[in-house]
Nanobody, 124 residues
Framework: QVQLVESGGGLVQAGGSLRLSCAAS????????MGWFRQAPGKERELVAT????????TYGDSVKGRFTISRDNAKNTVYLQMDRLKPEDSAVYYC?????????????????WGQGTQVTVSS
C-alpha cells in the first residue's frame, strides 16, 4: 500500500510561483509512474502533469504547458510540481497519484493511489 502526502500549496498572486511536493511511502517509489491532477469546484478532475516510472517521459495538460514542470527524485521518494507564471484559473485542489510501472499517461484512470490533495489559490 502506497501512501502519498502532498505539500506546498497555498495562496499566491498571479504571475507568482509555487512548488508542490508529494512524498511517497510504503512502496518502491522508482517503480511507480507519478502524476499531478487538479480539480476546481464544479469542474472535473483534469490532468496537470505525469512522469513515467522509468525513462523520465512526461506529459502535460495543455493549459499548463510551458509554465509547469514535473520532476521526481527517486532517492527522496518524492515527486515535484514546479508551477510558474500562475494564473487565477490554476486555482484548484492538486492531487498526487501513483500507478505501478505506469508511463506518462494523460488519464487519471488507472492510478491506484491518491494523496489527500493540497489547495492552490491564485489571486488576481
Amino acid at each position: 500500500q502506497v501512501q502519498l502526502v502532498e505539500s506546498g500549496g497555498g495562496l499566491v498572486q498571479a504571475g507568482g510561483s509555487l512548488r508542490l511536493s508529494c512524498a511517497a511511502s510504503g512502496g518502491t517509489f522508482s517503480s511507480y509512474g507519478m502524476g499531478w491532477f487538479r480539480q476546481a469546484p464544479g469542474k472535473e478532475r483534469e490532468l496537470v502533469a505525469t512522469i513515467s516510472w522509468i525513462g523520465g517521459s512526461t506529459t502535460y495538460g495543455d493549459s499548463v504547458k510551458g509554465r509547469f514542470t514535473i520532476s521526481r527524485d527517486n532517492a527522496k521518494n518524492t515527486v515535484y510540481l514546479q508551477m510558474d507564471r500562475l494564473k487565477p484559473e490554476d486555482s484548484a485542489v492538486y492531487y498526487c497519484a501513483a500507478d505501478y510501472k505506469a508511463g506518462a499517461r494523460s488519464s487519471s484512470r488507472g492510478y491506484d493511489y491518491w494523496g489527500q490533495g493540497t489547495q492552490v489559490t491564485v489571486s488576481s
